[in-house]
């Protein structure tokens, strides 16, 4: 396993990783379904103004 160290100003993308990887295992022990998991992605992605056509 490895650890990422990153100098981000920005609070809000410094929780992304933290989520996702939360989100991640959940999907991983049946916690969450795919669907949710999409739900979820969208939903996260569109608070940083990614495109979400050009990313899924």
């Known amino acids: ?13 410094a929780t992304f990783i933290p989520d ?17 998991y999409q739900v979820w992605l969208e939903d996260t992605l569109k608070l940083f103004n990614v495109p979400i056509d050009d990313y899924i």
Do not use: P
Request: no cysteine; aromatic share 4%.
């Open 20 to 36: 996702w990887n939360k989100v991640n295992e959940e999907l991983a022990s049946g916690l969450m379904d795919e669907d949710e």
């Open 1 to 13: 396993m490895a650890h990422l160290s990153l100098d981000i100003k920005n609070a809000q993308i």
